[in-house]
């Protein structure tokens, strides 16, 4: 069982800035690639960033590509996302979440493919 808590998350002018935080607990985080959704209003959960097991491998969807960088500790069993160059559409509620893969380097995609999540955290932009 996994636990998930996310924080990091608030209001910030566009072309602002911000690291969203997902601490997570139990003793075998390093058994789980970890991924970032994202959820605006009348949208569905989208796919934002992942990250395998290790650290070895991430994925980015396009649109936040070169502006956004997951990255983990798994010593501190916690996963970053940092954002930079917000804009508008970045706007929503960001969920990170948790998948089992063994000793698999895999970044899952498919939000229903993971197992655990955590509660969200609100990100706003103002112009």
């Known amino acids: 069982q996994v636990q998930l808590v996310e924080s990091g998350g608030g209001l910030v002018e566009t072309g602002g800035s911000l690291r969203l935080s997902c601490a997570a607990s139990?003793?075998?985080?390093?058994?789980?690639?970890m991924g970032w959704f994202r959820q605006a209003p009348g949208k569905e959960r989208e796919f934002v960033a992942g990250?395998?097991?290790?650290?070895?491998?991430?994925s980015y969807t396009d649109s936040v590509k070169g502006r956004f960088t997951i990255s983990r500790d798994n010593a501190k069993k916690t996963v970053y996302l940092q954002m930079n160059s917000l804009r508008p559409e970045d706007a929503a509620v960001y969920y990170c979440?948790?998948?089992?893969?063994?000793?698999?380097?895999?970044?899952?995609?498919?939000?229903?493919?993971?197992?655990?999540w955590g509660q969200g955290t609100q990100v706003t932009t103002s112009s």
């Open positions: 990250i395998s097991r290790r650290g070895v491998s991430t």
């Open positions: 139990g003793n075998t985080f390093g058994n789980y690639a």
């Open positions: 979440a948790a998948r089992r893969v063994g000793g698999l380097e895999v970044v899952p995609r498919d939000p229903h493919s993971y197992e655990y």
